[in-house]
């Protein structure tokens, strides 16, 4: 039963690595699009925050999965 859970909870570690490396990299291109027609200036620069807190996120959730597989390990 536990070892049912950590899987599911694994999977949906996993889901949401992706989504939020996904987003990242979208976002990252909507403000390199932003830099490419309005140039860049001090608003377009600001749009540089989203990219950063996706990546963040994606970083942080990365590196929570991997302590938790680490501890879990039945090694």
């Known amino acids: 039963m ?4 950590n899987d599911k909870m694994r999977k949906i570690s ?3 690595e992706r989504f939020w490396l996904a987003l990242a990299i979208a ?3 909507v ?3 932003f830099f490419l027609v ?3 200036n001090r608003v377009t620069l600001q749009y540089l925050v989203f990219p950063a807190l996706a ?3 994606y970083g942080f959730r990365a590196t929570f999965r ?3 597989e680490k501890r879990n390990d039945p090694r």
Do not use: P
Request: net charge neutral; aromatic share 4%; no cysteine.
């Open 2 to 5: 536990i070892e049912k859970d």
């Open 14 to 16: 996993i889901v949401m």
């Open 27 to 29: 976002s990252l291109a």
């Open 31 to 33: 403000v390199v699009y």
């Open 38 to 40: 309005d140039g860049v």
């Open 55 to 57: 990546g963040l996120m």
């Open 66 to 68: 991997r302590r938790h």
